[in-house]
């Protein structure tokens, strides 16, 4: 999901812009829910989880380059479910930032588009997950078709946002929409793959019960938050 250095540009990064603090000042909103409800010390805890698992999803799963972008192994329905909102859509920023600092400087300038592309579906599956998960239901107990429309969704998002990116910065043409099309066929292995991912880690998590009201998981991982 990582759009290319160039493909968009100019005055066009000024959407970019517009949409990332969009994303940003909803992910504060979250993030001043979270203070309010179980502390800093929780939030701050599940943040840093968050970040080092995203840190390593992009840095040490297998990812590669196709077409416009690269495909990653993000499990961003694994992060949202596990540690909750704030936590998972500060991680996946702080994450992205990380990566971009350390290992692909390039990248930077990017960053306004490649953190909408994460964080617009995460917060869609957010919303989703509330009405397709009943009241009372502990997210260890989700579903293999669950979390299949969570994860699909997720990666439907951020395919939708690549190809968005791609046509907005480089238009209509031929060899845009074949990269296009080739890094959305690529991402037909991440939907194979994040929802038996996420179950297992899920499953994992049902063994853990020590976790349940530590303040390092999402209060509804283990029931009704």
Known sequence: M???????NG???ALSVATAAGAGAYALKMT??????????SLVARSLMATIAVFIFFEVLPHFAVGISEVHFILGTTILLILGIAPAAIGLALGLLLQGMVFAPTDLPMFTVNITTLLVPLFGIYVLAKKIIAD???YVDLTYAQALILSATYQG???AWVAFWAIYGQG???ETLAAVASFGAAYMTVLLIEPIADLAILAAAK??????????????LYGAA
């Open 32 to 41: 001043w829910d979270a203070l309010v409800q179980r502390g800093a010390l």
């Open 157 to 159: 998002g951020v395919v």
């Open 11 to 13: 005055a066009k990064m």
């Open 136 to 138: 009372g239901t502990a």
């Open 2 to 8: 990582h759009i290319e250095p160039g493909v968009v």
């Open 172 to 174: 209509f043409g031929v």
């Open 207 to 220: 063994r853990v019960k020590g976790l349940d009201g530590s303040g390092l998981v999402n209060q509804r």
